[in-house]
């Protein structure tokens, strides 16, 4: 599994500290066999401890979430943040409110996040949030009380060139307006300590579109330099039908592609003719149903119970934007059989390590999450300037920047990955590209 010593003594360390957490051991040993070939290049990695320093967040943060629902009954949740890395700029990094919330999930994600964020090229370091709590079948009035409570807690953690949240799964425009709402209410400051705002309070255009499109810029890159294609007349299958998957969807079809499923936690749908975006809109994000309700809409389509058999239709490329682990290596081969040329992970950490590992021998495009769906966070930290300088740039200016960024991305994981021998492997690219820029600011500072 490792080649060095020291990097493996790294990673049985963080095992047996944190025995439980099989996500973030799985985030942390994929990025570690990466890094070998530049730990052994640069002793002073070792002698300074950098490996051991990267991995063990500057802080973690545990909150209890006490609040009210319709009922009047009093509900417990419990509340995360991880401030894992601030050596290139102030955490940065979306709040999850889901079920399957806990430590590991949190940390997978803050470690992910440092190097995603250090690939943007924009001076934001990795942090990530959340909380075990279900927006799913909830109020306005009881998200809005959990939101409030939520935020009285972390409040006291966050501020504008300290740490800057986001959202992610479960946390979309309404949430981030009430805990925006909140910290307004608490500290009497206007200041840019979130992003994914509304535009009428200090929000930017294509923050709602951005991690969508940028996950198509990155692929649409990649397909130019590796295999000199494009997305015209590509079948495409996305899993979920969520913020990312909905505007990934939007970007493709826009690109000439034709977009033939999507999914949600319950099953997926089939449309050969290609998906009609807007009745997934109006089922997603104006009632907030199931996507099995296509069918109403589109009788020709067809739904299946299960969104994990979405892997065996026939495309030509694949964009997973659901959940961690929803490509195991059974529907990697799947895909490579029928023929799929690119693989571009809208969700983070979609595909089991296997599964990657597999695309790559395999001769196919495989964009890793921390690169191919940096967008969100890019457009993120475009908003943090502009909340800065107290400017609103315009869609064109934003989506522009959005592009480059995104093209950066891809070429900054390729090259390094060329320069690693395996023009394929843009995972380990992305990887060392990423840590790269942190161990030196690490380096710069000194130890802290």
């Not at 003594?9 to 025995?19: G, M, S, T």
């Not at 502009?386 to 609103?392: D, E, F, I, P, T």
């Not at 090259?415 to 023009?423: D, F, Q, T």
């Amino acid at each position: 599994m490792f080649k060095s010593e020291y990097v493996k003594k790294v990673y049985d360390n963080l095992v047996a500290k944190n025995p439980n957490e099989l996500e973030f051991q799985q985030a942390a040993l994929e990025i570690l066999e990466s890094l070998e070939p530049l730990v052994l290049a640069r002793p002073e990695i070792q002698k300074n401890k950098i490996l051991e320093r990267f991995v063990e967040p500057e802080r973690f943060v545990q909150f209890r979430v006490a609040w009210v629902d319709d009922n009047g009954e009093v509900q417990v949740n419990r509340g995360y943040r991880v401030q894992y890395n601030s050596s290139i700029g102030p955490y940065k990094g979306g709040l999850r409110f889901h079920p399957t919330v806990n430590a590991s999930i949190i940390k997978f994600l803050g470690l992910e996040q440092v190097l995603k964020n250090s690939l943007t090229s924009l001076p934001m370091g990795g942090g990530k949030g959340g909380s075990d709590f279900d927006p799913k079948g909830k109020s306005d009035r009881e998200i809005m009380a959990f939101c409030q409570a939520f935020m009285t807690e972390l409040y006291r953690h966050i501020g504008p060139d300290t740490d800057v949240p986001a959202g992610d799964i479960g946390v979309g425009g309404r949430e981030i307006g009430y805990l925006y709402g909140q910290y307004r209410r608490i500290k009497n400051e206007n200041v840019g300590v979130l992003t994914g705002k509304g535009l009428t309070y200090g929000g930017s255009l294509v923050r709602t579109e951005a991690t969508g499109y940028g996950l198509c810029y990155f692929t649409l890159e990649a397909l130019k330099v590796m295999k000199n294609e494009s997305f015209k007349a590509k079948k495409v299958v996305i899993s979920g039908s969520g913020n990312v998957a909905i505007y990934a969807c939007e970007k493709a079809t826009s690109l000439g592609a034709k977009v033939v499923a999507m999914s949600d936690s319950n099953g997926y749908i089939y449309d050969e003719d290609g998906i009609n975006l807007a009745v997934v809109k109006e089922i997603k994000e104006v009632r907030r149903g199931r996507i099995k309700e296509y069918l109403n809409y589109v009788t020709k389509a067809k739904y299946v119970e299960g969104p994990q058999n979405i892997w065996a239709i026939k495309c030509d490329i694949a964009l997973p934007c659901a959940t961690q682990n929803e490509l195991d290596l059974e529907a990697a081969k799947m895909l490579v059989k029928n023929g799929v040329i690119a693989v571009c992970e809208g969700a983070n950490m979609p595909s089991t390590l296997e599964a990657a590992k597999y695309f790559i021998s395999s001769g196919i495009i495989y964009g890793p999450a921390k690169a191919a769906n940096a967008g969100g966070v890019a457009t993120s930290g475009l908003e943090m300037s502009q909340n800065s300088a107290r400017l609103s740039w315009s869609f064109a200016e934003v989506d522009a920047k959005l592009k480059d960024i995104m093209v950066n991305i891809f070429h900054n994981a390729y090259n390094m990955a060329k320069k690693l021998g395996n023009p394929y492997d843009l995972l380990a690219g992305a990887n060392i590209a990423g840590f790269e820029k942190v161990c030196n600011a690490m380096l710069a500072l000194g130890v802290y």
